[in-house]
């Protein structure tokens, strides 16, 4: 969830978190928190909001999605199911209004990077150090064999990285030959560059050999020196629930750059100037990531309260246009 929805955290910031790995929320009666999230499920995403990426000349909204999600908890995580059917609402939804869907496989059994975003928060991944793990997340593609990607730890060593390998040479067979025969699916495997170098993956999976491969490769610029208009890491919740920012100092170990206020929330604390910057940030990114005609997909449509990060309050305070190809600073680059 992190800086989505943060009004959801808070409401389950009473209750008891389960420890160590699981960052879910174990409530004394199922049914209270199966009605939670199906109102979140009914009310934050619909139909409209696939009209109004449409309109926006967007081609493709992004879904993440988890192991739990309908498929498998034999190994009795303890997660509320019922999401399944809102997925194919919104692949359907998509298909209405032209839309292709990248279903993102965020997290996987044993967690594939550590993080909270991975259904689990632990020290380090586990993900590849068990078999069942890797058997446990190719049964969810071939149950749900659409654009799946997994985002690895690449940076957790080179045993991940042979698992996460091996995983994608599995996984091209199952999305792209589906079928058990020699014809090939119009779907394509989108895999994550694992936070490696470019170059690291020189020569992966190549053409003509290989078809239908997308690599991802994510470029926040509050982390490290999907993309964002956000140049900071101030949204509520961003680096995880109780952690604080880098950009203020309040996130363990960073050092103070300034002050947050004015920076996140709602766009009518933003300053002018503020707004002006966020313009031109956006458009040197979508200069940058179109040259050679890669493309770019911008997280995300909308938030709770990061106005910053999302595409819908861009549109509506003009730090977005309305034609993603109208530049008022077409020299930003130069």
């Not at 599995?170 to 560059?193: C, E, K, W």
């Not at 470029?219 to 964002?228: D, E």
């Not at 966020?278 to 709770?304: H, P």
Request: net charge neutral.
């Amino acid at each position: 969830m992190g800086a989505l929805h943060p009004l959801l955290i808070a409401f389950i910031g009473s209750l008891t978190i389960l420890p160590t790995s699981c960052v879910v929320v174990r409530l004394s009666n199922p049914a209270t928190a199966l009605s939670t999230l199906q109102n979140h499920w009914n009310t934050w995403i619909t139909e409209s909001d696939f009209a109004a990426i449409a309109a926006a000349g967007c081609a493709q909204p992004r879904k993440t999605a988890y192991w739990i999600l309908g498929f498998d908890v034999s190994a009795g995580e303890p997660y509320i199911q019922g999401q399944l059917p809102y997925l194919s609402k919104a692949v359907t939804w998509a298909q209405n209004h032209g839309l292709k869907v990248i279903v993102d496989l965020h997290g996987a059994p044993g967690s594939q990077n550590g993080f909270d975003n991975s259904g689990q928060r632990m020290g380090s991944p586990t993900w590849q150090t068990e078999q069942s793990f890797v058997d446990r997340t190719d049964a969810i593609i071939k149950t749900w064999h659409r654009c799946l990607r997994i985002i690895p730890a690449g940076y957790d060593g080179s045993h991940i990285l042979s698992v996460t390998k091996q995983y994608w040479y599995d996984s091209y067979g199952n999305v792209r030959y589906p079928f058990g025969t020699s014809q090939q699916s119009n779907l394509a495997l989108m895999i994550h560059d694992a936070f490696q170098s470019l170059s690291y993956w020189d020569n992966f999976m190549p053409a003509p050999n290989w078809q239908g491969v997308l690599l991802d490769t994510h470029i926040y610029q509050m982390f490290s020196v999907a993309w964002t208009p956000a140049s900071n890491d101030c949204a509520k919740y961003l680096n995880g629930r109780g952690v604080g920012a880098r950009y203020d100092g309040s996130y363990p170990g960073s050092t103070r750059v300034g002050s947050c206020t004015g920076l996140t929330g709602s766009a009518s604390t933003f300053s002018s100037s503020y707004k002006t910057f966020l313009r031109q940030f956006w458009e040197a990114q979508v200069m940058s990531y179109e040259k050679g005609g890669q493309g770019w997909i911008q997280w995300t449509w909308k938030a709770e309260n990061a106005d910053e990060w999302t595409y819908q309050a861009g549109l509506a305070n003009g730090w977005i246009p309305q034609n993603p190809t109208s530049f008022e600073f077409p020299n930003i680059c130069s």
